[in-house]
């Protein structure tokens, strides 16, 4: 809709967990070169946590497109999956054609020469997960016996992590215990400071075609900040309705005007009250119900 008026050649806060918006401020950017290196290593768990909106979708998907061709990669995207499914769905990525009826032994053995054969190609496996909170204990325990799967110099198998800050607490379950030990390294990500705020806009506006500098005037970075917290999808939110409400009066350059109208924006679903109403909910420990509300008004997140 704004694109051509200011300069743009893409819509810069969109959603989507569109890689080549990816922002490497120092949180995101020093989580990335853990994993890199850990699983260059062959060192078994890995774990991500964020809270909602802070950028682990893109960040996974990220890792995804920088893995080489000796990793082999099977992606779960959402593991709410009994232990049987997750089984099933880990075969299904490994490219093995599983029935139903058949037994969780036999499927155990058809994993274990897989992984084998994939070993003895020189493929490094790796088993992501993202909205790993998501899992139930049963299908944690599972996740534990893959990684039994080894030969006498090497684990046949890697496994990372992402998830909410619900994902530490199920892993400190007592039945969770043994996977917890495995754990080899962990990174809690971070929202944005003012800075990295600036920055970010910086970025997905250059990234969008644009200059980059001077769209967003200091003055409207700083609400925009404050209203967000630095939480990149609410960010995302927040700067798109300012654009829409600078392009409607006009105005080429966002001021903190459009920035306090897009916060108080009481005109769709998406409005007024439902930031604060998600960022409530998230500080009450609701935050995979926080996400789904996010999700079910503004679409897929970061």
């Known amino acids: 809709m704004y694109q051509e008026f200011f300069g743009l050649s893409d819509t810069p806060f969109r959603l989507t967990p569109d890689t080549d918006y990816f922002y490497p401020n120092p949180s995101h950017q020093e989580a990335l070169n853990l994993l890199l290196v850990a699983l260059s290593m062959g060192e078994g768990f890995i774990k991500i946590v964020g809270e909602v909106g802070c950028g682990k979708s893109l960040l996974c998907r990220k890792l995804l497109r920088l893995l080489g061709d000796d990793f082999f990669v099977a ?25 139903e009826n058949m037994g969780q032994h036999r499927l155990m053995q058809l994993v274990h020469e897989r992984l084998i054969e994939l070993a003895g190609a020189g493929k490094k496996v790796v088993l992501i997960l993202d909205e790993a909170q998501s899992l139930p204990l049963e299908s944690i325990e599972a996740i534990r016996l893959f990684t039994n799967l080894e030969t006498e110099k090497s684990k046949l198998l890697q496994v990372v992590l992402f998830g909410q800050p619900e994902l530490d607490a199920n892993l400190g379950m007592h039945g969770a215990r043994q996977l917890l030990q495995r754990i080899s390294f962990s990174f809690q990500l971070k929202a944005l400071d003012l800075e990295g705020v600036n920055g970010y806009i910086r970025h997905r506006l250059t990234v969008a075609g644009g200059k980059g500098d001077g769209l967003f005037e200091p003055a409207a970075i700083k609400r925009l900040f404050r209203a967000t917290q630095g939480t990149p999808r609410l960010v995302n939110i927040i700067a798109h309705k300012s654009l829409m409400a600078a392009y409607g009066k006009g105005d080429r350059i966002v001021k903190r005007s459009h920035v306090e109208g897009a916060i108080q924006d009481g005109s769709s679903p998406a409005g007024k009250g439902v930031l604060a109403l998600w960022r409530r909910m998230a500080g009450l420990g609701l935050s995979t119900l926080a996400a789904t509300g996010a999700w079910y008004l503004f679409g897929p997140g970061t």
């Open 75 to 99: 992606y779960i995207p959402n593991p709410y999956l009994n232990a049987t499914a997750l089984r099933h769905a880990f075969a299904s990525e490994l490219g093995i054609d599983s029935s």
